[in-house]
């Protein structure tokens, strides 16, 4: 099935993922970057105009964007992931480090804790209208309420009932602070002072997971991107350009290669782990 997705401008890639019950257009106001990189920016598995409801899970999603990929004949890309684009984007290092040139995790976290994503608490979305839904999301996420940015935010909502609950339940599972000590690309955090949904608290984790991550604080709410899209900009301009490759660059390419071996040879445990564990509760 064919993965809806927008693909403007030239130049190296952009992977840009949006969050729970977002659709591309979350991502309009990063169209100036055209002018330097190609931008590529999919609806998600159940989200936006793409039709495919089923088996929504974090891996599958994480599949979907590496076998469009493929088809693009992009062997590598940089990946930026708001929300639950953020978990999307760990899924997708986890699945293939070596398609990540770089990472960008804005307004994210590694791990979803009981007050961000509880399954209990989307069931309540089944008694309310669509319009009732989206504009509880859209309160929570915004601090900057003006007339622009909520029309932007309004346009970047597609709730789709039963795919949005069936993707909080599975991502409300979601743990991927493990493998952050092996992530060894570049990466850039972005958070914003007044989230709710994902407080800064929790991208100070990832910083303190990432080896050499770079941490940056916005003042806004949930959507950095579209609240303070100019700064945002700026910042993954920056990033891009190499200001933020420096201080990695210093790490020797033997400790990179000591790296991949350590999440290679983890990666391999775990499935075995996993093994036993199924044959003893057989």
Same mark, same amino acid.
């Given at each position: ?14 992977i ?11 991502? $309009? ?9 190609? *931008?590529?920016?999919? $609806? ?29 004949? &992009?062997?590598? /890309?940089?990946?930026?992931? *708001? ?52 504009a ?21 909502? =597609?709730i789709h009932?039963?795919? @949005? ?11 991927? %602070? ?11 955090? &972005?958070n914003?002072?007044?989230?709710? &949904?994902?407080?800064?608290?929790l ?13 940056? =604080?916005?003042?806004?709410g ?9 700064? @945002? ?10 200001? /933020?490759l ?5 790490? %020797?390419? @033997?400790?990179?290669?000591? &790296? $991949?071996?350590?999440? %290679?040879?983890?990666?391999? *445990?775990?499935?075995? %782990? ?9």
């Amino acid at each position: 099935m064919t993965m809806p997705y927008i693909s403007v401008g030239n130049g190296e890639p952009i992977i840009f993922i949006h969050g729970l019950g977002n659709n591309k257009h979350l991502w $309009d106001s990063q169209h100036e970057l055209s002018s330097r990189y190609q *931008l590529i920016i999919p $609806d998600l598995r159940g989200h936006g105009e793409n039709i495919d409801h089923t088996n929504i899970t974090l891996p599958n999603v994480a599949a979907d964007i590496l076998e469009l990929l493929n088809s693009l004949s &992009i062997e590598s /890309a940089t990946f930026c992931g *708001l929300s639950m684009g953020g978990l999307v984007t760990l899924e997708v290092y986890k699945q293939a480090p070596d398609r990540v040139k770089s990472l960008i995790l804005a307004n994210t976290t590694a791990y979803c804790v009981p007050w961000l994503i509880h399954p209990n608490k989307y069931t309540n979305i089944r008694n309310q209208t669509i319009e009732q839904t989206k504009a509880s999301i859209i309160e929570r996420c915004l601090q900057k309420k003006d007339k622009a940015i909520l029309q932007k935010t309004e346009k970047s909502f =597609t709730i789709h009932r039963e795919a @949005f609950i069936q993707t909080a339940k599975h991502c409300s599972k979601a743990n991927y %602070s493990y493998i952050l000590p092996f992530i060894h690309v570049p990466t850039l955090i &972005i958070n914003g002072v007044y989230d709710q &949904i994902t407080p800064p608290l929790l991208s100070y984790q990832l910083k303190w997971g990432i080896p050499h991550a770079r941490l940056r =604080t916005l003042y806004n709410g949930h959507l950095s991107n579209i609240e303070n899209s100019q700064q @945002f900009n700026k910042l993954i301009k920056e990033f891009m350009a190499g200001k /933020a490759l420096n201080e990695y660059n210093v790490l %020797s390419s @033997f400790f990179h290669k000591y &790296i $991949d071996h350590c999440f %290679s040879y983890y990666r391999e *445990l775990q499935k075995v %782990s996993y093994k036993w564990l199924t044959l003893g509760m057989k």
